[in-house]
């Protein structure tokens, strides 16, 4: 079907529809983008793309030639300089809630009782990294740590963490209702950014959160601030235990399985 046609140009419904979802990739990603260098490159790739539409409309195939060279060198560039903040983005994507509706993919709920035992160890000033494993497997964080497989209970989690405990310096993955692994070692993050009172803990945290979709929460030793970590930022970096619930069941509903 031709909503119009202007001399050799022919713009059918299909044409519209197409229209549609690139200026909607291209929107989203820009979004998330903007502000950063990677905003910039997308606006410059998309330049480029339209002046090679528009040449190869007009029929100029040297400058065409030219335009198609630079779009493959512009996308390898930008893939290979922005492997972090793409990552980020398709996790994002994946995140998205319509999408897992309309994909049908399976929901869970909170443990309750993951509160108490942060409450527990921030009251007796001891230090902590948990990290809750979603879609992007952890693996290969898992496998150089101290395997665990046990169900999730707060006396478990809070004994970890005792300063008297030998797995207490590293992090524990929990997954499901699972307490996978502890001691575990984490990738630390090269971000500048970070606030130089944090420690090895936030950089541990930030790291983990860049690598993966997984959610990074800190208690630190010193301050006794929590801390959440997603997708290469930190969401808060002083929350209340009243805070920390709304983030874990806004963020983890959908992975942690209830008994």
């Known amino acids: 079907m031709n909503l119009f046609e202007i001399s050799f140009l022919k713009f059918t419904l299909t044409d519209l529809f197409d229209l549609i979802l690139v200026t909607a990739i291209f929107s989203y990603a820009y979004s998330y983008f903007r502000g950063t260098r990677g905003g910039q490159m997308l606006i410059g790739l998309l330049i480029i793309f339209f002046a090679g539409f528009i040449i190869n409309i007009l029929g100029f195939k040297a400058t065409s030639w030219l335009l198609n060279l630079f779009q493959t060198v512009w996308v390898v560039v930008f893939v290979i300089l922005f492997q972090p903040e793409i990552r980020r983005l398709l996790t994002s994507v994946g995140q998205n809630r319509i999408l897992r509706k309309l ?15 942060i409450d527990e160890i921030k009251k007796n000033n001891w230090g902590a990294l948990i990290v809750f494993e979603r879609e992007n497997s952890l693996k290969n964080v898992v496998s150089d740590a101290v395997p665990m497989n046990a169900s999730f209970s707060p006396e478990l989690l809070v004994s ?81 235990l009243e805070e920390l619930g709304k983030i874990l069941n806004d963020k983890m509903n959908e992975f942690i399985e209830e008994d």
Do not use: W, Y
Request: charged share 20%; glycine share 6%; net charge negative.
């Open 103 to 117: 994909f049908q993919i399976e929901k869970t709920a909170i443990q309750e009782d993951i509160l108490s035992s």
């Open 160 to 240: 970890i963490f005792n300063p008297t405990s030998p797995l207490h310096d590293g992090a524990v993955v929990i997954h499901n209702n699972l307490i996978e692994a502890a001691s575990c070692i984490l990738p630390l993050t090269e971000s500048k950014t970070l606030n130089p009172e944090m420690g090895t803990r936030h950089r541990a945290a930030l790291g983990i959160s860049e690598e993966s979709d997984a959610l990074a929460v800190v208690i630190s030793e010193e301050s006794g601030k929590i801390s959440v970590a997603e997708n290469g930022f930190f969401i808060s970096s002083s929350l209340s």
